[in-house]
């Protein structure tokens, strides 16, 4: 059986870090384990176009393992050509780089591993969070430039006790942002899902539903987005919900970045309409070297938290999705029950919710 892998390039360092399991170099730890069950392994990161490993191996896999930090976009089109797949795994959480509605059409099973970077996730929205709000970027590369001008970083500078934060979305990620967040004494916690959390959990949080979206984020200070990326998410973040927000807020992304649209928000930063953007996913990955998010500020000159897409991938998250992609494999060779909370695509049909409906 041909596995597939389309995988992030190491270089140097996965070469001197071994715990980088999620890099072509270090290819999930899976080689000698797949190669003793006698299945041909590819392992690449050319994924781009026609001549791409990605678009040649396709073909003829069974099974397709890929990472949303370098995403191999399984377009319709490639299901299509893919006449042997019938398994596609996703190293880490979020599967939008696979069509799913060409999935269910063709019966490709589709399986993340559930749960294996969600802490590492939360705690990198807090520290957004946090960032954004108290002005740190500026401040520290300030430093690095040898000034020292406290006024100039103080001015725009604020506690984020007593203030309004809300998650779109209060799933696995959405409510560890919310219970994280509980000491530091906000004013009050929001979220909005099409999901109610369970009433112990909401309470357990001190969490308040909002139903209604633009009402939702007039209300918060900070918006943290930690829904999937469907096709009611898809630019959900836009110009018309931007003239929404409160003036000022503070707005953080690490769900996809397609769930905002990447002008409006570079617009509405530029305007002071948002106070700060942070995050690590972007509407193309790698981002383009002039892709207005890298370098977008807020009129005091900071606000940008931008990063690469790393915070699922810390080597904690690698150790838990590379196991959890070895369980995956170890389920579907020996014909064996799934763990149904990995499971996004069964066979033909939709088994979570999180995706919406088709
Ligand atoms: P989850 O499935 O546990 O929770 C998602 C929640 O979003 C669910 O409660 C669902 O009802 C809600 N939702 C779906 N559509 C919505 C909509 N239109 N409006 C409001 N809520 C909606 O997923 P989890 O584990 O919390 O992950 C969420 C997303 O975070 C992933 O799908 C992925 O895109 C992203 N992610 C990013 C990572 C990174 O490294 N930056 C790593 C892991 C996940």
Redesign the pocket.
Known sequence: MKVLAILYEGGQAAAEEPRLLGTVQNQLGLRSYLEGLGHEFIVSSSKEGPDSDFQKHIVDAEVLITT??HPGYLTRDLVEKAKNLKLCITA???S?HIDLNAAVDHKIQVLEV??S??VS?AEHVVMSILLLVRNFVPAHEMIERGDWQVSQIARNAFDLENKVVGT???????YRVLQRLVPFDCKELLY????PLPAEAQKAVGARRVEDLREFVSQCDVVTV?????E??RG?VNAELLKHFKRGAWLVN???GAICDKDAVAEALASGQLSGYAG??WNVQPAPKDHVWRTAKNPLGGGNGMVP?????TLDAQARYASGVRSILANYFGDQQQDPANVIVGLGEYV???Y?QR
Not at 226 to 230: A, G, S, T
Not at 309 to 313: I, L, R
């Open positions: 949303p930090f880490g959480v979020g939008d559930s749960g970077n969600v996730v779109i979305g209060a799933g696995r990620i959405g909005f899902d099409y999901t930690n829904c999937p990326l469907h009611g998410t959900l690490t769900a996809r690590d996913v897409h790393y915070s699922g991938t979570t919710k999180a919406g």
